[in-house]
Nanobody
Framework: QVNLVESGGGLVQAGGSLRLSCAAS????????MGWFRQAPGKEREFVAA???????YYTDSVKGRFTISRDNAKNTVGLQMNSLKPEDTDLYYC?????????????????WGQGTQVTVSA
């Protein structure tokens, strides 16, 4: 089993930047697809971005051009660089792991989740 721990959330003004990081431990995750999701209170968890084992990247439309997902398999980490942040990006952000070839935008396909890190963007 892999354990995931997110960090890097915080409060930022609109237009600002934050970098989230996810550290994995427990087993090697180099063959897994890693994803970032976000969730607001009372809403469903929403796909944000994913990166495959060979660094193929996927983004939801609302963050394309503003967010960049990356991974360092040697360090077992996944990052999410968030630029030009908007108030509607305010959410609890989760890192998650899924097997290769699974549908990446479906949260139920992910077998491991972190505890989440809060991102708050003020207007």
């Amino acid at each position: 089993q892999v354990n995931l721990v997110e960090s890097g959330g915080g409060l930022v003004q609109a237009g600002g930047s934050l970098r989230l990081s996810c550290a994995a431990s427990g087993r090697t995750f180099s063959s897994d697809t890693m994803g970032w999701f976000r969730q607001a209170p009372g809403k469903e968890r929403e796909f944000v971005a994913a990166i495959t084992w060979n660094s193929g990247t996927y983004y939801t439309d609302s963050v394309k051009g503003r967010f960049t997902i990356s991974r360092d398999n040697a360090k077992n980490t996944v990052g999410l660089q968030m630029n030009s942040l908007k108030p509607e990006d305010t959410d609890l952000y989760y890192c998650a792991a899924t097997r290769p070839s699974m549908l990446i935008w479906v949260s139920a396909n992910y077998y491991a989740w972190g505890q989440g890190t809060q991102v708050t963007v003020s207007a």
